[in-house]
């Protein structure tokens, strides 16, 4: 994927922290690719609960680095951040196999409860929180503190971290490929047990791996002096900035440090201060300086909100693979041969095999052809090359709509007919096409996402630049669990079936792509208006 300078290459540090990802993204995917199957066949769940439910818990798993990656800047290092989420993450993975195991002993005409299965769940979603940026950002300090800028004279230093950027979401793809395919296919033929059992077993070997490389991580460590103390609670102080600024709008009485400090000196002159005074003293400064620092950093993260908000409706869309894409393949031609039949979460893994087997094409292909066009070095800015990736992701919307028309269309013939069968004649592989341009759409924005949240942020926030990165797909996915819900509430006020009824002869989830593609375009045209204003850090960087 990229040139073969040697200035260019990976450190060991780096290639054995992208492999732990991939054993992340293995044990991760190899649970939610087939959530749903799960809870409608085995948890006997509707098809909108049973999506609401992984739209939600997605969701939350999303949402939860940028609740945690804060408190681990301010009190804990990235490498114990990392040691103590996995833990609870094997927790909550052991938790999930346990509930399988209990619901294959139990009596099938008993109902069983489903608040231990959601406590698993979301105990996994905790350990995730504080596992995946952690782990992202400590890959990224592996390059060595030369590549926190996003621009250098040579460029090496940039180029380098986009390679790193590259090669760890290539990683992340290659795991989630084989939790999709492999464990689909080994939960609807050997059962749920072995099928969470074996990401559970997966996660802690990523622990034994993690902690074996020990030796040869790069650490870095703030200092205790006073210039760096707001590099221990960066969202902390940002919090307290942010107050005190509320504080003076409303005309609130707040000592002045500079005036303060002034007076202090003064009488530093005529007589000596005692102990306590002097911290006192100290401690004001250091708020002062507190507040000049991070009163820019508050404007960075307000300025990222609205380019956040508008990659909402691309993080919609891809939950839908995981939820209708794979109830559409269950009523869909699914042989192969006599015995065989495809699972139809492992159609999932069409996005990632894309993934993985187009992203090389970018920097070889791409790139080269956008450089004679747009006349620049990069060929496309980060901003860009998200926008990209929105626009495919609404094609993939499209194709979905009109082959899921088709389906109904079959679907109802069949039944004028008199056929009660399930499952409709035309074949899974129908569905490839949205699947494949939702990994083309992914090469250009979630990586552009990457180098893009983790750039625009000052470097003691890194960790959180991570964490806004993955908090659009967890916003996104209570978005989607919220549209689900409005378009519900919407037909039974006209008295129609749903959308998502448990009859998919019935159900109109054409409808409700054709939706998404509306709304998403209109994302993407607010999106293309604020990237004509946005001034990025690394432009601003480049030029200095």
């Excluded at 380098?160 to 080994?186: D, N, P, R």
């Excluded at 303060?260 to 005529?270: A, I, P, T």
């Amino acid at each position: 994927m990229a040139g073969g300078h040697k200035q260019k290459r990976l450190s060991n540090s780096c290639i054995l922290l992208i492999v732990i990802a991939g054993i992340e993204r293995f044990a991760f995917k190899g649970v939610a690719s087939n959530l749903v199957t799960y809870l409608t066949d085995v948890v006997n769940l509707s098809n909108s609960s049973a999506a609401k439910m992984v739209n939600s818990w997605v969701g939350f798993t999303s949402i939860m680095p940028l609740l945690v990656a804060p408190i681990a800047d301010a009190y804990w290092d990235k490498y114990s951040t990392i040691m103590s989420s996995s833990f609870l993450y094997v927790m909550g993975l052991v938790a999930l196999t346990t509930t399988a195991l209990a619901r294959s002993w139990h009596h099938k005409k008993r109902t069983m409860s489903s608040s231990f299965l959601s406590l698993s769940l979301y105990l996994i979603s905790l350990g995730q929180g504080g596992y995946n940026p952690s782990l992202q950002a400590f890959g990224a300090d592996q390059l060595g503190e030369e590549d926190d800028l996003p621009c250098g004279n040579d460029d090496t230093s940039s180029n380098k971290k986009a390679l790193f950027f590259q090669w760890w979401y290539f990683g992340v793809c290659a795991g989630s490929l084989m939790g999709v395919t492999f464990m689909s296919y080994i939960q609807d033929t050997f059962g749920w047990v072995l099928g969470f059992a074996i990401p559970a077993i997966s996660m802690l070997l990523s622990i034994l791996v993690f902690s074996g490389g020990s030796s040869i991580y790069s650490y870095k460590k703030h200092d205790d002096d006073d210039d760096s103390l707001q590099d221990k609670k960066p969202f902390t102080n940002m919090f307290q900035t942010i107050k005190a600024s509320a504080l003076k709008c409303f005309h609130c009485e707040i000592s002045l440090p500079n005036d303060k400090s002034e007076g202090v000196e003064l009488e530093l002159q005529e007589r000596p201060l005692c102990r306590e005074n002097s911290e006192s003293i100290k401690v004001t400064n250091k708020d002062s300086k507190i507040s000049m620092c991070l009163l820019p950093n508050v404007k960075v993260v307000i300025k990222l909100l609205p380019i956040w908000a508008m990659l909402l409706m691309f993080a919609v869309i891809f939950q839908q693979p995981a939820t209708f894409f794979t109830k559409q393949g269950m009523t869909m031609k699914r042989n192969i041969g006599k015995n065989f039949k495809i699972p139809p979460a492992t159609l999932q893994s069409a996005i990632t095999l894309s993934i993985i087997l187009l992203m090389p094409l970018y920097d070889r292909v791409f790139i080269p052809f956008a450089q004679l066009i747009t006349r620049q070095e990069k060929g496309i800015n980060m901003m860009q090359r998200m926008g990209i990736g929105m626009v495919l992701s609404i094609i993939a919307m499209v194709i979905a709509a009109l082959v899921e028309m088709k389906r109904l269309d079959i679907g109802r013939q069949m039944r004028s007919e008199g056929l009660q069968a399930e499952i409709v004649p035309i074949s899974i592989f129908w569905l490839l096409p949205q699947y494949i341009l939702l990994g083309v759409s992914d090469i250009f924005t979630v990586v552009g996402m990457q180098e893009f949240f983790y750039g625009e942020v000052p470097k003691n926030m890194r960790t959180v630049g991570i964490a806004l990165y993955t908090s659009v797909f967890g916003v996104g996915s209570f978005v989607s669990a919220l549209l689900i819900t409005l378009v519900e509430v919407y037909t039974d006020s006209k008295g129609t079936p749903s959308w998502f009824s448990d009859d998919m002869v019935e159900a109109r989830l054409d409808n409700y792509y054709w939706l998404l593609v509306w709304l998403s375009s209109i994302s993407l045209l607010l999106y293309t208006l604020l990237c004509k204003y946005y001034y990025s850090k690394s432009d601003s960087d480049c030029e200095t």
